[in-house]
Structures are given as C-alpha cells and as structure tokens.
C-alpha cells in the first residue's frame, strides 16, 4: 500500500510538472519570447509584387491526371444549378446526370508525385475542388435530412493534396481568387488590369469581373505587406530614426487601405447584385451552410469526413485582410480592455470567425499570420504608438480610420448584394430558391452576413488611440 501511495504521489507530481511546462511554454508564447529576427516573407509564400497571389499563372497537372482537367472544362460548358428550374437549366438536367455518373466511375488517382511542386498541389486543389461543388450544386435540390455524398474519386485525392497544402479540403478564397487566374495579355507582367480567372461556375462575366476584384484588393495590398514587413524587419522599435519611419509607413499604410475601399466599391460597376446572388453565390456554399436547401455533405472512403472543415469559399478568408488587422492590433475576439464597450450585439456575434477563417488558408499563409500574432506586446505598433502620442498617434488613428471606412463600404457592398436581394422575392431567377425562408441573411459558409461585419467593424473602431 505505501508503495502504491508513492507510485500515485510520483504520478502527481509528474503531472503537475507537464502542467507548469505547457504553461511557461504557453506564458513565453504570450510574451513573445518565440519571435525570431530576421524572417524572410518568402518562407511564408509571400512575394514582393504580388503578395499572396502566386507570381506567375499555376501550370496545368501532370498528363496522368488530365481527366480532372477535362471534367472541369466540361462542367462549365454543360452543368447549371441544381436548383435552377428556368428552361435553361432544366435541359441541363441529362448532360449534368451523365457527367456526375462519369466521375463516380474513376479509379482514385495518387497524388504523391506532385509532392515535389507546389505549384501542382495548388492546381490540384483548386481543380479538384471545384470539381465537387460542381458536383454537390449541380444536383436536384436534396430534400430535408438528406446529405450529398461527394464521391471517393475526388473526395480521397483532395483530402490527401489538402493535408499536403495545409489547408480545409473545400473550395477556398485561395482557389477562386489567388490561384484561379492568368494574365490576359501575356506580354505584359501581372497587375490588377492583366489578369483573367479562367475558372467559373456561372458562364457569366460578372462572376469573373468578381474575382479579379477580389484579386485587385490582394495585388494592392501588397504594397501594405511590405510596410508590415519592414516594420517587423526594425532591430528597435523606439529610437528617433524608428519612430520617424513609422510614422511615414502608417500614413502610407492608410493611403492603401483607401485604395483597397476604392476597389471595393467599384465591384458596383461590373457585378449586377442579381446575377450575384441568383445565379453566383449559391455555387460557392459549403457543406451545411445553415440556410433551407443547403445538406451537409459527406466524403465517401474519409475517415472523419464530418469534421472536416467545409464551408467554403469566403471573403473573410484573405490573407492579405487578416495581416492588416494584425498589423494594426484590431481584436476581432473582444479579449482587450477598450473603448467604448462593445454592444450586446457584438458580443453575439461569431467572435471566432477570423481564426476559424485562417483554417482555409494554405499552411505557409497560416503561418505568416501566426508570426505575426506572436510579436512581443511592447513591440506591436499599437502599442508603440499609445508610447508615442506626440509622433504616432495620429498617424496610426489615421491607418485604422482607413480601415473602418472600409468595412464600413464592405458592409454597404453586403447589403446591396446579400441582404437586399435576400429580402426580395424573384421566383423566376435562374438561381432562385423557392424552398429559401425568411431570417437573417447568411453568406455562403453559414454566418449572419450583418452582425458579423458590423461587429468587425466596431471591432476596428474600438482600435483607434484616444
């Protein structure tokens, strides 16, 4: 017995002994003490022209996997909606039929050797995911209780190059915007007025003039990323010489993100909110989105298929949006002390949606942002600007104003194309759902499109120095 009492007192001991570990590790993490100087953002997949768009086009697959490639050609030629009842996309019915039979048919392909590119796992992703929402969408409507059955000869292959890439095994912003595109005019290098998204569900050039877009803003906001870069790169953060460039980059930082509210507001010019949400949107919902008419979706032959992470594509998921919120301090997640207090309204909100957005972005991405929320609490710009005030205040309130009439278009963008054409009722819209109830409109990975932008931007608010 005494044996047994010192066996279970030395068990204890070891326990508590784990236990302080984790939490000194969890305490250095805090603190900062894991940050390293120098970095390179080329470890982080970051390029200095085009951020977190690949610098050049992604190259087509390996001819051994050319029926995926072909699929996809194919898909965008004969399917529609599923739930389009217009004459249009009822004789699409057979020819959508057919192509889903086929691809139930194809034996499961290795992907292990396009381990020694990047370029092709990211191909492959994005070929391959679209290839399932073209699959589970152009279905008939599944009825309540049912779920779609996303077939094991693109199931298994995406899953496996998903692990390989980091990232959630489901369409993503990574592949419709940063991996989807060429240049249109080859003979001139890659900019926001030479690119072309070869690959849409719709037919429609509003769904294209969509993307490139959103592929603006990223292209744009590279030039932040080199702000945040060199400032990360500073060996002191409080000298004259530091503070002085600090203050010119954070003002340079707001003519940017006003550049970015500029892009944003132009979509009104190229995307008509009722192609958008008809016949556009509905492609890009994930698994369960929580609207009437959106199943959960099950991977055939995947282990643990329900828990992965598949809402699919969202705006919330741009790298290059997360960096600047990093940059600037905005704590989307209410856990710091600010002004004024946040409402009961954005209490309720998806506090997590941010972190759980980074899980669909490629790991080297991922990893970017989580350097960046590892810089030491002294060392963060917020905070060496309330150090600062004479200096930086103003120059930093500037870059965070900059940031919350972004959101503030972002959420007039998202009632003009979400929220009002949710309200109305157009049954004879190619795209239109008659089985859709009224509620809170949500985007197309299942959250409640105001509450959340409007908390995003409180969030934003509450950054700036009084």
């Known amino acids: 017995m005494k044996g047994l009492v010192l066996s279970v007192s030395k068990a204890a001991q070891y326990i508590l002994f784990l236990f302080l570990g984790v939490a000194v590790h969890l305490k250095r993490s805090v603190q900062g003490e894991n940050w390293r100087q120098p970095w390179l953002p080329q470890e982080y997949g970051i390029d200095e022209i085009s951020g977190f768009l690949p610098p050049a086009p992604l190259p087509k697959l390996p001819a051994e996997f050319r029926k995926w490639e072909d ?46 590119d990047i370029r092709f796992l990211q191909r492959a992703h994005m070929v391959l995911a679209y ?3 073209f699959f589970a969408h152009s279905q008939p409507q599944a009825d309540a209780g049912q779920c779609v059955l996303v077939p094991r000869s693109i199931a298994i292959p995406l899953t496996a190059v998903s692990r390989k890439l980091g990232i959630a095994p489901i369409l993503t912003f990574a592949d419709v915007v940063l ?15 030479n690119i072309r998204h070869e690959i849409i569900f719709s037919g429609r050039e509003d769904e294209r003039s969509f993307y490139a877009k959103c592929a603006a803003v990223e292209l744009q906001a590279a030039e932040a990323l080199k702000i945040i870069n060199q400032y990360c790169e500073l060996p002191g953060v409080d000298d004259p010489e530091a503070i002085t460039k600090i203050a010119e980059d954070l003002r340079n930082l707001a003519d940017i993100v006003k550049g970015l ?7 009104r010019e190229v995307v008509d909110p009722h192609t958008y949400y008809h016949e556009i949107r509905h492609w890009w919902k994930g698994s369960g989105s929580k609207e009437v008419g ?23 998921q741009s790298p290059a949006m997360h960096a600047i919120d990093m940059f600037l301090d905005v704590d989307h997640r209410l856990t710091e002390k600010r002004s004024p207090q946040p409402s009961a309204s954005d209490r309720r909100a998806d506090r997590g949606f941010m972190e759980r957005m980074r899980r669909y972005m490629q790991k080297p991405h991922r990893e970017y942002l ?30 965070v104003m ?53 908390a995003s931007r409180n969030a934003t608010s509450r950054t700036i120095l009084s």
């Open 71 to 116: 699929a996809l050609i194919e898909a965008q030629k004969e399917l529609s909606l599923g739930i389009d009842e217009s004459p249009h996309g009822q004789s699409r019915r057979t020819s959508g039929a057919r192509w889903r039979d086929c691809i139930k048919t194809w034996p499961i392909l290795n992907t292990d050797g396009l381990d020694g």
């Open 131 to 133: 290839l399932v929402h």
């Open 179 to 193: 991996w989807n595109w060429t240049v249109a005019n080859s003979d001139l290098p890659l900019s926001a007025d």
């Open 261 to 267: 509210k500029q892009v944003l507001e132009s979509i």
């Open 294 to 316: 959106s199943p959960l979706w099950r991977y055939e032959g995947v282990d643990g298929s329900e828990i992965l992470d598949l809402s699919g594509p969202s705006a919330g």
């Open 370 to 399: 989580e350097y960046m929320a590892n810089m030491p609490y002294q060392r963060r710009v917020r905070q060496v600007a309330a150090r600062h005030p004479k200096q930086l205040r103003n120059a930093y309130n500037e870059a």
């Open 402 to 454: 900059a940031l919350k009439a972004f959101r503030d278009a972002h959420i007039r963008v998202a009632c003009l194309y979400i929220i009002t054409m949710s309200n109305s009722e157009d049954a004879s819209a190619p795209g239109a759902n008659a089985k859709s109830s009224r509620g809170p409109a949500r985007g197309t990975g299942g959250m409640e499109v105001s509450a959340l932008l409007k």
